[in-house]
């Protein structure tokens, strides 16, 4: 192949894959931040798909040895949480990891996550590949992400 030609398909494809990428619209992501010394923490996100049906299949972060997708399930009279494999995207639809429900688990942790920083979180879709979001950390106890100015 002709080096013209091959600069050509490198843009083309250049330019597909985030355009491909930008049917996945990823808000608010964040985390609680470090209760004393735990080398665990979670991470929450909604994800919004405009696009074919997709799945969340994977998380990492630099913050932790490891990052896993987290749900709940029953088991007798006891709620779990258990690691799941994916989280399915319908077209169309969005999704919420939130608190008491499907989250990113964090083993492992590097650091602290101490309120008001923020670190990077890559987030891995079957379709749509790996998209990298900053993650805001906000209080220990907190339900939902931090506001902007609060």
Known sequence: MKPATLALAIGLLTWWIPAFAGDIDIRQPWARASAGAGKTAAA?????????????????TPVAARATLHGH???GDM?????????????????ILAPGGIHIMMFGL????????????????ENAGA???????????????????H
Do not use: C, S
Not at 80 to 95: E, Q, S
Not at 110 to 125: A, H, I, K, Q, S
Not at 139 to 144: D, H
């Open 44 to 60: 929450y996100v909604t994800i919004a798909n405009g696009g074919a049906a997709d799945a969340l299949i994977g998380a990492a």
């Open 73 to 75: 399930r029953m088991d």
């Open 79 to 95: 709620m779990r949480m258990r690691p799941i494999d994916r989280v399915a995207l319908a077209p169309g639809a969005t999704v």
């Open 110 to 125: 590097t650091r602290r996550l101490v309120e008001g920083e923020t670190f990077p979180l890559t987030l891995t879709f």
């Open 131 to 149: 998209l990298q979001v900053t993650a805001t950390v906000a209080g220990v106890g907190a339900k939902g992400p931090p506001h902007a100015g």
